[in-house]
Each structure stands twice: as C-alpha cells, then as structure tokens.
C-alpha cells in the first residue's frame, strides 16, 4: 500500500486567497513531490448540500467554478484524481455502515460539530446529515484508504474521529482492510487562516470580505485599498502596529525578498518594513500599493490559465468525469473488501451458498 492523499472543498462559492494559502499552494506542492501514489481531491457536494438542501442550484453551478480554480491553480489531473463526492455512491453505502460505530453522545461532543453548529444557528433544528458529517468524512477517507489528510488544527477532531471508526471497524470486523489516516498539518501556521480583507478572524464568503482567486486586477486594487490596517495609524508619523493587521498578514504569505528587489527595492524584506512602520513615518497606502503588486504577481498566471480554461468548460467535465470513474473504481475495490469483512457479501459468498444448500438438503 502506497501513500495516498485525500483532501477537498465544498462547492459553495469560487475559491479565494484563504483558500490558496490554507491548501491550493500545499496541494500542487505536494501533488508535484512524487512523494505519494494517488491524491484524491474531493468536490464535497453532498456534504455542502446538508446545509444548502433548499438550494441545491447554488452547489451545482459552483462546481465548476471550484473546479476551474483547482486547475488555474496547478492542480494536474495526469496527477492528481478531481472527484465529485456525489457521484460515488459508495460513499453513501459506507457511511450508513459506519454510522453503526459511532454514538449520538460521541458526535455531540466532537469539537468541530460543535463549533459548526453554533457558526450555522442550527439550535435544535440540526439536519441530520449535517451533524453526521464525522461519519461520511471518516467514510470519504477510508473509502480510498487514504494515509495523509491536509488538515487545519481545527478538523484534527473530526481527523480522530475517522481513526475512532477504522479502529472500531477492526475490533468488529478484523484488521487489514480500512487504514488510519494522519494529519497534515499546515507548514505556515501564521498564514493558515488568512483573516478578511475588513479584519475579521476569517476570509468568509457570507462575510463578503474575500478576494477571490478570480478576481480581476481592478477588484484586487480596490478590496486591498480597502483593507483594515491599524485604526490607530492615523498620521504617517505615528507608530503602526503589525500583529492584528491586515495588510501585514498578507504580506507574510505572499511577499518574497524578490518582491521587494523586484517592486520596492527601498527595503531588502518584509521585516525592514514592519520595523519602519513600527517606529512611524511610512503610511498605509505605500504598503497596500506594494501588496496589489505582490498578490497580482500571484494572481495573474492563474487568472490567465482560467480563462484559457473557461473556453472549454466540456473539457472541464470531462477531466472531472474522468476522475470521477477512477475515483469510483478505487472506492467499489475498497467497499467489496469492507462487505467481505462484514460477512454481507451474499451473492459472491460461494463457501456460504454451498454450506446452506448442504444443510437444507441434509434436512429432507
């Protein structure tokens, strides 16, 4: 058994700058390491739909927007299987047998769900699907027996559960068949969370505080003018604080020292910057001016390539339905081993079928 990859958005919208610096970037590194044997990348509608029932048309046209970004992005799918969760319906057929391992008090007390549900207002009017969420991502995991998960500290919970799960599976069933995944956790951990371009904790759609990875240059121009520095910046002489500003945090996860040689050759790096614009004299706009530079020099190759891509959106289906198929054909694999081991493969049970003829016609 090689090593394998599992990872993947829910199709809710187009995919932004938290996203890129979250798991875009880490994704194409790691899909070009030659490091792993098969990385599955998940299009999670299903899981998008527990919480948008009522608007099933909002994941289906952003599917392929979610796709477009993965391939403007680097994601090689000679490389790397693009997959839409729905279409496999092992998936489904997993999850309803793992949810035999798992307690209702077990879920309650999983940090993320918790966290989720107080994010949604859900109260009391949980949707079921929703809160077994655990479950069908364990079932997504172990379905490709997959080794590695690129998570963020907050799904390490949810990343437990699954583990709970493949064990509880051997302890019933024998041991062999489902693997237990490890984390992979974010190399940049300052940058893992990019906040919003008004401040707050989190780049969040609903929030409308994202640049998105599509985003034209005069967009990028006018969010990043926009942004949230330090409120008590108020005169270029004045001292400016670093932690909790916006602008510096990006600049973290993007900028390069060539960035600087490159569009501000004033500064050798990032940190002679920050201690200018802690000491005073150096305003916000000269260093937003500088961050449009540095995000369009990220930005432009992806947004050339989605175009490209955009003018085939056919061939977008096709790489998708293709990774689908092989995504499908792994899972069906792991799925006949997992019914095997439960002893609920009737029909290719030869041993059974003989016994039972065996012991009927005894009986006459």
């Known amino acids: 058994m090689g090593n394998i990859i599992l990872t993947g958005d829910r199709p809710t919208g187009k995919l932004h700058l938290g996203h890129y610096v979250g798991s875009l970037k880490r994704r194409v590194e790691l899909q070009n390491s030659g490091e792993y044997d098969d990385i599955f990348i998940m299009i999670a509608d299903a899981q998008a739909l527990t919480d948008n029932a009522d608007n099933p ?41 793992f949810m035999n391992l798992v307690t209702v008090a077990r879920l309650q007390r999983n ?6 549900i107080k994010a949604r207002d859900f109260q009391a009017s949980i949707p079921v699907g929703f809160f077994t969420y655990p479950i069908s991502q364990a079932a997504d995991i172990t379905l490709f027996k ?9 799904q390490l919970p949810m990343l437990e559960q699954a583990r709970e799960i493949v064990r509880s599976f051997d302890n019933v069933y024998g041991e062999g068949i489902l693997v237990e995944p490890k984390e992979l956790l974010p190399d940049n951990k300052i940058c893992s969370r990019l906040p919003g371009t008004d401040g707050k904790a989190k780049m969040s759609k609903s929030l409308g505080n994202c640049i998105y990875l599509s985003d034209s240059a005069k967009d990028v121009k006018t969010k990043v003018m926009s942004m949230f520095t330090d409120p008590d910046h108020i005169r270029i002489e004045d001292p400016g604080k670093v932690e909790g500003n916006s602008v510096f945090t990006y600049l973290d996860a993007f900028s390069t020292d060539e960035h600087f040689e490159k569009f501000w050759p004033d500064y050798k790096n990032l940190q002679e910057v920050k201690d200018h614009y802690m000491r005073g004299g150096l305003g916000d706009v000269k260093i937003k001016k500088f961050l449009i530079k540095v995000l369009e020099d990220t930005l432009e190759p ?24 092989y995504a499908r054909g792994v899972g069906a694999q792991t799925l006949s081993e997992v019914k095997s081991a439960m002893q609920i493969n009737y029909f290719d049970d030869e041993e059974l079928i003989a016994a039972q003829a065996e012991k009927f016609k005894n009986q006459q």
């Open 57 to 97: 048309e909002k994941i289906r046209q952003n599917i392929i927007e979610v796709a477009l970004d993965y391939l403007s992005c680097g994601i090689d799918p000679k490389k790397s299987h693009i997959f839409i969760q729905s279409q496999i319906q092992e998936l489904c057929e997993l999850s309803f047998y």
């Open 111 to 116: 940090p993320t769900v918790k966290s989720e």
């Open 146 to 154: 997959a080794t590695t998960v690129p998570v963020g500290e907050d």
């Open 302 to 325: 992806i947004r050339t390539r989605r175009k490209e891509l955009e003018q085939d959106i056919p061939g977008v289906y096709q790489i998708l339905k293709e990774g689908t198929e």
